[in-house]
């Protein structure tokens, strides 16, 4: 191999390990956060609520699963969706640490999914023209989904922040709390800089803007202020999670945890 | 999923109350012989009408209760695709008590009303979502059995009297079977799987049959108001019409899934050319039914819970709804 073509296959294998990793992070914040809201069925506070968070949890199980598969395919060792998501620790997770965080009240799930929705709305919106024509389908798809999931949980922010005075003082908590982990949803490694370079993701700094401008307006029209800019120590995206991730993975690894093998 | 034993509570319903036009039950009776469907604005005898409001309310408090045991398992579901099947089943109940609350509420009741009597335990609904679901099998036991014999109960009720209940179990009837099949092909895999999931599925179908046959309510002769309801076309078949057919189609279905129906009794008789089974202890049904099942605390707790825990969100949708009005006259 001449030195050139040795140095082309290094690029290669390079910026496959980096989608490999993009993509997980993709997958993994989907399937976190679909987890998650799955905790909430039959147990919402109306029957509309309950369909409501069912749907978006099912859209987001799907979107894991297409990237997952995808994922899989990249690394070229026989995972399965499955396999990735039964079988990694929490340490080999990549999802984005706000997709974790406990469900809380009605308003901290309706927080964390709004924070989530407006960024998923911007990250899938700049993957529809990626150079990856993989991922620029799957997003298209998720982008459809996204804009419903955006408008349930954005409307829910407006209806919280301006219903009751408890209402108002229950969902600006959850805000003020979940707000240090958006540090790390427009933080760009060199993961998202090598993807951005490619033409395969969108540039994260332009997102942040279009987001940030959503959050001002949601926040404006559910009489919400904006807390300041937290920075935050963990980064799910590069695998260092809270302490809720563990729980999350024992529950919903524990039957292929424990019949190893075993077909379902 | 259906609820059974819908017709063992409550007051025996009379034909026609006094005051009650006779002429106004006559015709009534002779458009329901002709197999006319009754609709909300049509006259119809007040017991009719409770009666429909007992049944409906009844089946749509049995689909929202009947979230929580298969919901149990959703974080658990063994594969990716199984999960996302479960959320579907799981939320296509809570969309079949939203379609039956509506066609109840056509009587003239809200949902609400309804809502205040499964929390405060008057309203009852099927004893089967009392039972435990404890292993992964039991989701497929639940789709296969449950959901088998509630396609049993329901089919009739598509033909039933009245239109907005029947139209509305012509859609649920074909979600039912698809839940049908689901929870079977769970069942099938765990047969064909190694031998802990094979135990497991036999220990989920001991667990679930007799329920499951209990479902269908008690014996004819037990039974005190199923001539009415024949009379009036909501009901269609006797319980132990619709108990005999269930079994005759699943006895089949566990032997090709090399399962055993735990009663050893069963046997296939020849000359009326059905599965005869044993005795039905009734004394479990109706422990349940008074409260004493496994679960019947949890189920209602958990309802309670969430319409407890829903309270300040209930009230700020609806506060933020008149405040927007307010704000959208003061600005015409």
Known sequence: MSPAVATAAR???ALNEALLRYVLRLGDTSLVLGQRLGEWVGHAPTLEEDLGLANLALDLIGQARLLLTYAGEIEGRERDEDALAYL??????FNLALAEQPNGDFGCTIVRQWLLDAWQLEIYAGLQESTDSRLAAIAAKALKETRYHYRFSSGWLVRLGDGTAESHERVQRAVDQLWRFTSELFAPDEVDERMASAGIAPSLSTAEVRWSAHMDEDLRAATLKRPAAQPYPWHGKRGVHTEHLGYVLAEMQHLQRTYPGARW | MYTQALDTHGKEPVAAAAGESAAHALRFQSRVDADEKI???????????????RQISQHAHSEIVGM??????ITR??????????????????GHGMYLYSAAETLGVTRDQLFEQLLSGVAKYSSIFNYPTLTWADVGAIGWLVDGAAIMNQIPICRCSYGPYARAMVRICKEESFH??????IMLTLAQGTPAQRLMAQEALNRWWWPSIMMFGPSDGESKHTAQSMRWKIKRFSNDELRQKFIDVTVPQAHFLGLTIPDAQLRWDEATQHYIGGPIDWS???????????CNRERLQARRT??????WVREAASAHAAKSAARTTQAA
Not at chain 2, 77 to 94: F, N
């Open chain 1, 11 to 13: 690029a290669d294998r």
């Open chain 1, 88 to 93: 990694r620790d929490a340490p080999e997770f």
């Open chain 2, 39 to 53: 609709e909300p604005k049509d006259w119809m005898p007040d017991a009719y009408r409770q009666t429909l409001i």
């Open chain 2, 68 to 73: 929580l045991p298969e919901g149990n398992w």
């Open chain 2, 77 to 94: 579901a063994p594969s990716l695709r199984r999960k996302a099947v479960l959320i579907a089943k799981v939320q296509d109940e809570g």
């Open chain 2, 180 to 185: 049908q099949r689901q929870g079977f092909e």
């Open chain 2, 284 to 294: 479990e049904f109706n422990a349940v039914l008074k409260g004493n099942g496994p």
């Open chain 2, 306 to 311: 969430a319409w407890e825990a829903g309270r």
